[in-house]
């Protein structure tokens, strides 16, 4: 289960994910995380060319169909799943994909590329709340200090005087949808820690995305008899994109960078991710930006920063 802040959520969580505490990398392995974050900021401006051409529902089903048959071909000879983890690897899929991915994009469909990626940047920020709630880690002040100058940089985003273009196409709802979707991905990953734990990150991850698939798929069908679905070579493309980089090859990249890179080098690098949608949204779709919505990512990626400077 993968998608455009897939690195910052298991960033945020870097006890968990930096099992080798290797410093021996190398530039190659510094290339990869840069194409990672590219792959990853992209994420949103390509999913913006998709809701051109496909409906929310239906761009989101056909991502997932190109990924559940990889991630389940990467479960071969792995760790199998006991019957009595299937309820809640069940619940954790419908979590992840029917609310997390769906309400992101929906919440794409309802802001500009640039406001997307800048809101969708806060994963990071739930996840330290909600492993503070369910996995008793302690929050500081600093941390709390991130958090608050995140959330006012999100503020600015969404309420900020962008220019005409901007704000025709971001709404109060869009913003919505997007903060709803890093809530519930937040929630997914700190959930998810003690089911792969015990079963495996590959197994868990295939089969929980396999169960939100199947969930989402009666909506997708529904959708179509509601907004026929026209299937373009943009449309197509972009879930491809979505399902085979975005979601399957960045997931198991950046599980192979953290066996050999320092998560803290890992997700300093990743803080790009911002950066590469920003710029990816003024060249695909000619975002244009105005001075609230400049101050307001400075603020963002500034609490990002901060919140994640201490474990």
Do not use: C
């Amino acid at each position: 289960m993968s998608n455009s802040t897939t690195s910052s959520t298991i960033t945020a969580n870097p006890s968990k994910t930096s099992g080798a505490q290797a410093h021996d990398y190398s530039p190659r392995h510094l290339g990869a995380m840069l194409l990672l974050a590219l792959i990853w900021g992209l994420s949103i401006p390509i999913t913006k060319l998709g809701l051109q051409d496909l409906p929310p529902l239906t761009l989101t089903a056909l991502r997932f169909a190109f990924a559940v048959p990889l991630m389940l071909l990467f479960t071969l000879g792995r760790q199998t799943l006991p019957w009595r983890a299937l309820p809640k690897v069940a619940a954790l899929g419908l979590l992840g994909i029917g609310i997390g991915q769906v309400a992101q994009t929906f919440g794409v469909a309802g802001t500009s590329a640039s406001v997307g990626t800048i809101v969708s940047a806060t994963i990071p920020l739930f996840i330290v709340v909600f492993a503070a709630i369910r996995l008793g880690q302690h929050v500081s002040r600093i941390q709390t200090l991130g958090l608050l100058t995140a959330f006012a940089g999100i503020a600015l985003v969404a309420l900020g005087d962008m220019d005409a273009a901007a704000t025709s196409v971001t709404t109060v709802w869009g913003v919505g949808w997007m903060l709803l979707s890093s809530v519930a991905i937040a929630f997914y990953y700190v959930w998810s820690v003690e089911l792969t734990n015990e079963h495996g990150t590959a197994t868990v991850a295939a089969w929980s995305t396999t169960f939100g698939f199947l969930a989402l798929l009666p909506w997708a069908g529904w959708e179509w008899t509601q907004a026929p679905a026209q299937f373009t070579a943009m449309g197509i493309g972009a879930a491809a994109y979505l399902g085979v980089f975005v979601t399957v090859a960045g997931l198991y990249m950046w599980l192979g960078l953290l066996r050999v890179v320092p998560a803290r080098v890992a997700a300093a690098v990743q803080y790009l991710q911002p950066i590469f949608g920003i710029a990816a949204a003024a060249a695909l779709l000619g975002d244009r930006l105005g001075p609230a919505f400049v101050v307001g990512s400075v603020l963002v990626l500034a609490g990002l920063g901060i919140t994640l400077s201490r474990r």
